[in-house]
């Protein structure tokens, strides 16, 4: 191809297609990291389940006629897609904002900081995705889930992902260190994670924090999860994919919004 | 190739870019106050300036990275900051503060770079081994950043910023912090560019950097541009030709007493007084007959022209 046609191509490539060149970029550091970061993928909830599922499992006994490790294996994927996804979107993008300038370098070419939000954002989604995934495979090899219906849940483990990145990536808009992201999670994450039926069913808490809970993305999540892969029922299943999409869409509309202001500066 | 160049230029008579009244005011305090300049296909241009003059400024806002108040900038003929992602296909960006990918090796630098213009990673590893080699990184091609000196990573981020064939190349300050064995590297490199017909727009407070490299240069000064000519005419129009610098115990009460009636301008500075003037004869008479006294003679030259016109204070 011709530097002409290139350029004629790319230059008529629309925003969303700009924003795989970062994610692309991101992948491909990912990828020299890859066995450390899948060991960590597995290593991780394999400890929660073991450590948590049968240690206080055995304490607590059956929850809903279940063993409590099947229980809590479901909430696992929702935590861990949550934990994954706010990490890269935190940490990880900062990283690339303020320290190494990756974003500095990206500005430079032909992308806009709207293409790099973007792209940051679906990759945060893909790496909460792998994270669900291999939680499923956890779930698979201790014999929690059969079959191929609970492979479901893999399409939402990618939304709390990109509900959570959106969420993320406006922290990060305003973070002037890595600092500021332990608020982000001590004062947010942290409780919502005990208030959106991950840990325990929603039913142990008042009925005040039970409606509140609904109005956090993590609680619809774990519902999503749950319903998806032991087939508990959905109180809201299109209301719950909606509140995702949501908080994702809403999230990177401002955190686009953010960066552009703050790197134009 | 040479040959299409020359044709090249003399299609496109119009600027490569062209600034006009450009105004940025950051919370009232105006940073770039009015600045107008054109910079020709081929030309080598230089944003002279202390600390604050509004520089980095003038550039992010000709690279549509920032959006100024007023005025209006075209970047190969393309409106600045509408079409400035557009524009940015032909622009090649060294910064000031290295931003080579840590993560990746020096060709993969290259390659991922190259991926942000739309170029195929095939294309992009072919270009890699001409780039790193003019870059005089040939054998490095493997090498972590981590592992490079300061010279190499500068040179790598011009290699880098060669990756897209630009026609004009934006450097800010590309020699600061390097050892002057580093600096010439980089200077052979950027006059090789010039000689190829690539526009290149520089900022520097390296006069000698400025005055070796620069077909014209534009000094600013608190936002504003204060002179902008060739480096010889600058000298030959704004300055003295010979300067003394002389110092030594109480220099100070000599120049007031002595200097200033046989100099044109005398300057003291700490210790030292500068001494600017066409006829030295007389005023290194004096010297020799002051006990205590030492005598520097040297040509008038760009710092000098410099700091006439933006003063000794020191900026921060």
């Known amino acids: 191809m011709t530097d002409v046609a290139i350029e004629q191509q790319a230059s008529r490539s629309p925003q969303g297609w700009r924003a795989l060149h970062v994610v692309r970029r991101n992948a491909l550091v990912w990828r020299k990291l890859m066995i450390t970061s899948l060991i960590g993928n597995l290593a991780e909830p394999l400890i929660y389940l073991v450590g948590l599922g049968y240690g206080v499992g055995a304490l607590i006994g059956e929850i809903d006629g279940r063993p409590y490790v099947t229980f809590l294996a479901a909430g696992m994927i929702c935590y861990s897609t949550m934990n994954s996804a706010s990490f890269e979107a935190l940490y990880s993008a900062f990283a690339r904002m303020q320290v190494q300038r990756t974003w500095e370098g990206m500005l430079h070419a032909p992308l806009t900081s709207d293409d790099i939000v973007t792209g940051e954002w679906l990759w945060a989604g893909t790496k909460a995705l792998f994270s669900g995934t291999a939680i499923l495979l956890v779930m698979y090899g201790f014999g929690i889930v059969r079959g191929f219906a609970p492979l479901a849940v893999l399409p939402v483990a990618l939304l709390i992902g990109l509900a959570f990145a959106g969420i993320a990536l406006v922290v990060t808009s305003f973070a002037k260190s890595y600092d500021f992201f332990t608020y982000y999670f001590v004062l947010l994450v942290t409780p919502m994670s005990f208030l959106s039926g991950i840990y325990f069913p929603l039913s142990q808490l008042p009925e005040a924090a039970q409606t509140a809970a609904w109005f956090l993305p993590l609680a619809h999540a774990a519902s999503l999860a749950r319903g998806l892969t032991l087939g508990d029922p959905m109180p809201w299943p299109l209301l719950s994919v909606a509140v995702l999409l949501a908080y994702g869409l809403v999230g990177l509309a401002i955190a686009k919004r953010r960066v552009r202001q703050r790197l134009s500066r | ?316």
């Open chain 2, 1 to 316: 190739m040479l040959a299409q160049r020359v044709h090249a230029a003399h299609v496109y008579s119009r600027p490569m870019l062209d600034v006009q009244n450009l105004i940025k005011t950051y919370s009232g305090r105006s940073v770039v106050d009015d600045v107008s300049f054109q910079v020709a296909r081929g030309e080598c241009f230089g944003l002279l300036g202390p600390n604050g003059a509004g520089k980095t400024t003038t550039l992010r806002c000709c690279l549509g990275l920032i959006a100024p108040d007023s005025g209006s900038i075209r970047l190969g003929d393309l409106p600045v900051p509408q079409a400035a992602r557009e524009a940015r296909y032909r622009v090649g960006v060294v910064p000031q503060y290295d931003n080579l990918d840590p993560d990746f090796t020096v060709t993969e630098n290259l390659v991922v770079y190259a991926r942000y213009f739309g170029i195929p990673a095939r294309e992009a590893r072919a270009r890699a081994p001409a780039l790193l080699e003019y870059a005089g990184l040939g054998d490095r091609g493997d090498a972590k950043i981590e592992a490079l000196s300061g010279g190499m990573k500068r040179r790598l981020t011009l290699a880098r910023a060669l990756v897209n064939d630009p026609d004009i190349l934006f450097l800010d300050e590309p020699t600061t912090a390097l050892d002057p064995q580093a600096r010439h590297l980089i200077w052979d490199a950027l006059r090789r560019l010039a000689k190829q017909g690539k526009t290149l727009i520089l900022t520097t407070h390296f006069m000698d950097e400025a005055e070796r490299l620069c077909d014209r240069l534009c000094v600013m000064d608190a936002g504003r541009i204060i002179a902008l000519d060739t480096p010889r005419r600058l000298i030959d129009s704004l300055i003295e030709p010979v300067v003394l610098e002389v110092y030594g115990d109480g220099v100070a009460e000599w120049a007031e007493r002595v200097a200033r009636p046989l100099a044109e301008r005398v300057e003291v500075s700490g210790e030292t007084a500068f001494c600017y003037t066409h006829a030295p004869e007389a005023l290194l008479a004096a010297v020799e007959q002051t006990a205590g006294l030492r005598v520097l003679r040297r040509a008038a030259n760009l710092e000098d022209v410099f700091i006439k016109l933006t003063g000794r204070d020191i900026r921060d």
